[in-house]
């Protein structure tokens, strides 16, 4: 099932290219917005599945182009992010140690929203794309072989980042956490629709143009192992989202007037427009294009970035 919030965040699920208003067979579940309405859905899912399914039956929709997409899943109590977990395309020898970090469940917006770059000396500003996993039920030191069975549904994922902000160590809170950073959509998608999340295509345009193109296949550290380790740390709950991380190769400078859709083979297509009133401007360069420039070169590692060129803080 592909579930949505759509206009003033009412629930609905996907039936082709129409939206089945769904709202009324959920609003006995205990909430006081659509972020904990969602996440109570998903604790509560075994109950309401059938009457969802029913209802999308026999609802008509009305055209998706017709509403608007609201994020799929709001009010998250977390927000867990894989760090280095890819084989950059078999570049890398080894998988990089198992690592994490947290990012501000405030940062997140949806399909159709703008993505805002804050007044800060930032050497390049990007967003990597991943495919999300939603927590289904409460998860605590679970082992690898059990983790997959706590997972609800998949969607596509944007971890903004502001690089290079100082000082030297201050790194990911300032960089990963700012508002709007996570853009998230356009719907969630079940895990029963999805047979096999190790192999699926991600793809990141800018302005049409294909940018980020590589597979799940490619994680050092597979989901199962992801979430076995990061619930060794601390319980996740229902709603919860982890981000499973990004090839680096194909990240590239995010700009003012940019479109980004990010398209996860079975997870629709999110698009989100970026806005820089100080309009600076960098080379249409992804980090390969620029590590192939490099004089020295780190096999598997992709640090290079473009310099800014124009506007504020360029040099």
Known sequence: MKLLH?????????????????????????????????????????SYKPRLEAAAARGAGVPLSDVRIRPPVPGPRTIDCMAVNYMEDGTRSAPAPINAFHKSPSAIIGHGDTMLLPDVPATIFEGEAEMAVVIGRRCSHVSEAEAMSYVFGYMNFIDGSARGLP????VFF????RDTFAPIGPYLVTADEISDPQKLQ???????????????????????????????IHTLLPGDIVATGTNHRG???????DTIELETEGLGRLRFGIRDDLKRGWARKTRDQMHEEASEKTAGAYPDVTRQLTGKYAK
């Not at 000082?167 to 201050?170: A, L, V, W």
């Not at 300032?174 to 956490?177: L, N």
């Not at 980020?212 to 076995?228: E, L, P, S, V, Y």
């Open 174 to 177: 300032q960089m990963k956490s």
């Open 251 to 257: 990240l590239n400078p995010f700009m003012d007037g």
């Open 6 to 46: 759509f206009d003033d965040y009412r629930l609905g699920v996907l039936k082709g290219d129409a939206v089945v208003d769904v709202s009324a067979e959920v609003k006995d579940i205990p909430h006081t917005g659509p972020g904990d309405l969602m996440n109570g859905l998903i604790e509560r899912w075994g």
């Open 167 to 170: 000082p030297s160590g201050n």
């Open 202 to 232: 991600i793809r990141l345009w800018n302005n049409g143009v294909l940018m980020q193109n590589f597979n799940t296949d490619d994680m050092g550290h597979r989901i199962a192992k992801c979430i076995a380790w990061l619930s060794s």
